[in-house]
């Protein structure tokens, strides 16, 4: 099915939203890239689902009900409707565009307690509110988890009405609730598929259970004693001895939080804030921790990335002491993908708004070509979890004015979070005008970017022609 899907790339759904990437889907569904908005588009996901005559009308409801929520740990949808493509009749819904999700760090590696708890503090805030609009999310799955500007977000667009029976019933996974085989939906359902995913994100496998038995599911032993409670009453057969989101929310605040090592520098991130956010906003939030939400989503595998310590509580700290980011230099007219000797520059401080970053004019390269270079804005959170050196080359028009005016990855590395910054970094970069002869008017460059836990260095090479 993926190949069927994916040859609708380029087709534009309802005159408006062209099918840019196709993303991922099953027999019955497909998820692309797209964009919307005007005068500058902003990337967004467009899903299509086979128009079945007897529910498109229902399913085109509850859209248009999810698009009228307002959270903040949910996902936004804003537009549905039919559409036809060929000969076929779909319906399609237009949501925030979420980089990462659960499902994509699961298979490399397990979370740790502390950034378990940060998962769950969003979660809960997004299912009461849901729970308190007699809604119910019905389908909770770490792809359902996601991560959108490293902010955590649940999906929207298979939102139940509490008590409503489930037409899928037959098709139970395994996140789903043992009742959910007579097709009830409640709000005790989310929270044991909540509950599943909590023993998975901690261990990498679900707990054993059989939904023919009616003993309660196997938790392992190894959990920490805080969320083997929880899980324990999430995972109860009989509904009505489960927790509800508001226990679990007040168990959880009992936890005490373990101290967390110093951060290496200052950033958005700082260690008074949740354990897997990066966020673009000021050190401290009322909730911080419900605030938090995507930063596990930027880790790897272990043989990549290491966890920090542990959290801290959600209140302002005073700043550590700032380490220096260094960059290092290349003569001008090497080639890419050679390797220089990197040698070191000024702080750089990370975790301030664009206005606020230091731009320094840079007087080593040989012919002095680059007259600016921005560092990227790497969070100490982010940067605490690099295990070795993370790298990410981008290659970079540069115009007769010496401007950037396109950048793209030629190796984005195993990390969409450091790839982003590195892009939006290698944008604000600038160049010598050409000379008058008007040789050199248009050049290429690739900077490699080399993040590690003590600072990032740039390599400019130009690219020879």
Known sequence: MNEAWKHWEGHIVNGEFRLRQYLGGSEDSAVFLTERGKPQPQKAAIKLIAADPASATLQLSRWALAAQLSHPHLIRLFH????????????????????ENLAQVLPQRQLSPAEARDLLDPAL??????????????????????AVNDQLKLSTDRLWRAGESTADAHKSGPYDPPERATGATSPVGDVWSL?????????????LWKRTDQAEPAL??????????????????????????????????????QPQAPAAVTSLGKPARPRWIVPTVVAALVLAAILGGSRLLHRRSESEVRSPSAMEQAKPQPAPERKPETRATEPATQKAGDQPQASSGSPQPPGFPESEVQRKTNTRHPQGEVVQEVMPDVSASARATITGKVKVKVRVQ???????????????????YFA????????????????????????????RFEFGRSGTKVFPARVAR
């Open 80 to 99: 549905s409707g039919r559409c036809q493509l060929g000969n076929v009749e779909l319906l399609f819904v237009v949501t925030e565009y979420a980089e």
């Open 125 to 146: 805030d997004a299912l009461a509110y849901l729970h308190g609009q007699g809604l119910v999310h019905g389908h909770l799955k770490p792809a359902n988890i996601m």
């Open 220 to 257: 392992p032993q190894t959990l920490p004693a805080p969320l083997f409670e929880i899980t324990r009453n999430c995972l109860r057969r009989d509904p009505q001895l489960r927790w509800t989101v508001a226990e679990i929310a007040a168990r959880l605040h009992q936890i005490s939080p």
């Open 398 to 416: 540069v115009d007769a004015a010496g401007n950037v005016t396109a950048a793209d990855f030629d190796s984005p590395g195993p990390s969409k």
């Open 420 to 447: 982003r910054v590195a892009l939006q970094a290698a944008k604000r970069w600038k160049f010598t005008p050409a000379d008058a002869s008007g040789q050199a008017a248009s050049r290429e460059w690739v900077l």
């Open 195 to 207: 509950g599943m995913i909590l023993v998975e994100a901690l261990t990498k496998h679900l707990p």
